[in-house]
């Protein structure tokens, strides 16, 4: 199983990102993914869920209304759309699938700062 995110940056507050996480090695389109991002000294924290199809996706509180978790079942990637960045913002965010027992991507850094 591999995970592989990508996307983070260095960006001004209220620009926008949008993070990939291309996968193999298990049935992405019968699988659930989700991101997480964890902050500097902090716990690391539930950002977004999608199912298998794609139809129910649901949000950690601070990226509702900001951020739009989809998928691509033909390129078995996973996507994380950031609007509105805010410092907070800030953080590794990681891939998850909930396939098998605790996979993640190796995270990717996003810094929001002016």
């Known amino acids: 199983v591999q995970l592989v995110d990508s996307g983070g940056d260095l960006v001004q507050p209220g620009a926008s990102l949008r993070l990939s996480c291309v996968t193999s090695g298990f049935p992405f389109s019968r699988t659930a993914m989700r991101w997480y991002r964890q902050a500097s000294g902090k716990e690391r924290e539930f950002a977004a869920h999608?199912?298998?199809?794609?139809?129910?996706?649901n949000y950690g509180d601070t990226g509702k209304g900001r951020f739009a978790i989809s998928r691509d079942n033909a390129k078995n990637t996973v996507f994380l759309q950031m609007n509105n960045l805010k410092p907070e913002d800030t953080a590794v965010y990681y891939c998850?699938?909930?396939?098998?027992?605790?996979?993640w991507g190796q995270g990717t850094q996003v810094t929001v700062s002016s």
């Open positions: 998850y699938t909930l396939y098998g027992s605790n996979y």
């Open positions: 999608i199912s298998s199809t794609g139809d129910v996706t």
